[in-house]
């Protein structure tokens, strides 16, 4: 199982990035995924999610301004992030939950500058 993160970037605060999580080894269509972050000395927190069948959950501070979605045809799953503000800094996880099992992608760096 591979999870291949991108979009990560430097932005200003007020800006906007788009997150994608390429999936393979997994039947994608039946995995639930989602978007965690870790910024530096915290621990990591769910930011968003969205199970096979499409239903989503967001942490509160995200709530209004990301936007998770899953293309099934591309194996991929997005986040949509606007209104980026410094607190959003962090390195973002992208994650499947499969056949009852976690898997976990490398990290894509998100930086907002303020």
């Known amino acids: 199982v591979q999870l291949q993160a991108s979009g990560g970037g430097l932005v200003q605060a007020g800006g906007s990035l788009r997150l994608s999580c390429a999936a393979s080894g997994i039947i994608f269509s039946i995995a639930d995924m989602g978007w965690y972050r870790q910024a530096p000395g915290k621990p990591r927190e769910l930011v968003a999610a969205?199970?096979?069948?499409?239903?989503?959950n967001y942490a509160d501070s995200v709530k209004g301004r990301f936007t998770i979605s899953r293309d099934n045809a591309e194996n991929t799953v997005y986040l949509q992030m606007n209104t980026l503000q410094a607190e959003d800094t962090a390195v973002y996880y992208c994650?499947?939950?499969?056949?009852?099992?976690?898997?976990w992608g490398r990290g894509t760096e998100v930086t907002v500058s303020s």
């Open positions: 994650y499947a939950n499969y056949v009852r099992r976690d898997y």
């Open positions: 969205i199970t096979s069948v499409s239903h989503t």
